[in-house]
């Protein structure tokens, strides 16, 4: 069974993107997984990895969108001979310097000035899909039916995270918290309809689905399980209640002070002597067939506290 955040990034790679978006997401994704090989200080190779198939041929396909003769080489590496996971890396091989160029390669923090960002990332659309770059690369949440709601971006620059924040909150007004990990700078966010919003923004439409499914289903039983457990409590109010007056009422008759209540007190003491599970309202309507008089809750207490007030005396 796939994990959440791969179904996440399943759905950003079904997706279809204008040819402006397509630059947006290479440009976010080459940042962070690409490196550029150089020797006497001329460019070589540009190579960019993925552990992930899907965004593997995604990428492939957006370079070959945009840079119609370029030389692509994939090649696929495996780190562990036992777990066997594969990385998969796609190399350039020629118009090195004019993607690095236009991908904004060579400065990893240009993109985000304003005043010097590219054209291809100023529409919030394209803005939308480098933030979707992004979390292909360093993105990860928990699955909805987790008891923690949480969602990261994990970077190896604090600069870049700060920009990436920053970004972020000013677009789109997610203010995401910022911790340290391991050498790492982490933004999270726990708070689940600030999530479902970020799932938006990068236009996962199925993911959002599935996310507020799960978490509606699992308020929904978290809030019958409290419900139920109020009941429960009230329930076993009513009963050590009932037990406490049913007591008094037997010491009363002992004592042969029963007479002394009133009326409404003695027909109140002998059904709860009947029925010592029963409510104060229960109680209400049990009089009503009795007597055929009305009496309501707030009259059923009166007289419990009649009973009471006439018990003490007795101590």
Do not use: W
Not at 36 to 44: A, F, L, M, Y
Not at 63 to 89: A, S, T
Not at 176 to 189: E, P, S
């Amino acid at each position: 069974m796939i994990s959440f955040t791969t179904s996440v990034k399943d759905e950003i790679c079904q997706k279809s993107f204008k040819n402006c978006c397509q630059k947006s997401l290479l440009s976010a994704y080459s940042l962070i997984n690409g490196k550029i090989t150089n020797s006497d200080k001329i460019n070589n190779e540009i190579i960019i990895h993925s552990f992930h198939n899907k965004t593997t041929r995604l990428i492939y396909k957006f370079l070959k969108n945009q840079y119609k003769d370029v030389k692509l080489i994939v090649m696929v590496d495996v780190l562990n001979k036992f777990e066997r996971p594969k990385v998969y890396n796609i190399r350039i091989n020629n118009k090195i310097d004019f993607i690095i160029n236009d991908l904004m390669l060579q400065d990893k923090y240009l993109f985000i000035e304003k005043e010097a960002m590219h054209q291809h990332i100023i529409k919030e659309h394209c803005i939308r899909a480098y933030i979707a770059g992004i979390f292909l690369v360093v993105g990860s949440i928990n699955s909805p039916s987790t008891p923690n709601y949480h969602l990261e971006l994990q970077f190896h620059n604090d600069m870049l995270a700060k920009k990436i924040k920053n970004i972020l909150l000013q677009t789109f007004k997610l203010n995401f918290k910022t911790i340290k990990r391991r050498n790492k700078t982490v933004l999270y966010l726990k708070k689940s309809n600030v999530i479902s919003d970020f799932l938006k923004i990068i236009d996962c439409p199925q993911a959002v689905f599935a996310f507020e499914d799960k978490r509606i289903s699992r308020e929904l039983f978290n809030n019958i399980n409290r419900f139920n457990n109020i009941d429960i409590s009230n329930q076993q109010k009513i009963l050590n209640a009932g037990d406490q007056q049913v007591i008094m009422i037997s010491v009363l008759k002992d004592k042969k002070l029963f007479k002394a209540l009133s009326l409404k007190a003695q027909i109140i003491s002998n059904l709860r002597l009947k029925n010592p599970e029963a409510s104060l309202s229960e109680l209400g309507e049990l009089y009503y067939q009795e007597t055929g008089f009305v009496i309501t809750k707030s009259g059923v207490n009166h007289l419990i506290r009649e009973i009471k007030k006439k018990y003490q005396e007795t101590l």
